[in-house]
């Protein structure tokens, strides 16, 4: 998962390496000049929050140095949150199809990631778990976006652009969402069977 989302992160920014907003692939933005950076900063916090997602979900890093989890915890909170806010401010000058699908994706991811935060600090471990699985499965929609839009964009011939542009905003947190979901319940199901055969463990 880290090297999936170090080669996300390096195709998805290099070009923005000159921090340069004449060639920069931007949308219009007439009358905003303050796009641009807010552009940059949401990049560099939703950067921060794809790496740092990484590390919570690493079982050996959770094991071995539960601070170090905790802290990399609450960049990642942060991180989201700011990235968050900033890419509804600007939504508005992404292409109109696919601007409810990014932003429900945007308001679902802030609002799970707080809950997880707040599940965390009340000791409701299982929930912040589970809420942190649905968190990672959203923001890891960048990664499905990129490839299913490549793959869409070679399809053209048979499917209308428009009809790309708004799947791709649904499939990938959508998709995600539900995958992990799944995994919940076969992980569930895997202790519950655990605790039949032993039942001095406790569920």
Not at 6 to 29: D, K, V, Y
Request: with cysteine; hydrophobic share 55%; charged share 15%.
């Amino acid at each position: 998962m880290a090297l999936v989302v170090l080669g996300f992160l390096f195709f998805q920014l290099s070009p923005f390496r000159e921090l340069n907003e004449a060639t920069a692939p931007i949308p219009p933005h007439d009358g905003f000049p303050a796009y641009f950076p807010i552009l940059l900063t949401h990049m560099f916090f939703g950067t921060v929050a794809m790496i740092t997602v990484v590390l919570q979900l690493w079982p050996w890093l959770r094991r071995n140095h539960p601070k170090v989890h905790r802290v990399s915890g609450r960049f990642y909170v942060v991180s989201t949150l700011i990235s968050g806010c900033l890419g509804l401010i600007i939504v508005p000058f992404a292409p109109i199809v696919g601007q409810i699908g990014v932003s429900m994706a945007t308001i679902t991811w802030m609002a799970v990631t707080t809950m997880a935060f707040v599940r965390a600090r009340q000791g409701q471990f299982v929930k912040h778990r589970r809420l942190m699985l649905y968190s990672f499965a959203i923001v890891m929609n960048n990664v499905w976006g990129l490839l299913l839009g490549r793959i869409g964009f070679t399809m053209l011939d048979v499917i209308d652009l428009l009809y790309i542009q708004e799947g791709v905003r649904w499939l990938g947190w959508v998709g995600n969402l539900m995958l992990v979901q799944w995994w919940i319940y076969r992980t569930e199901d895997r202790q519950r069977a655990r605790t039949v055969r032993n039942p001095e463990v406790v569920a």
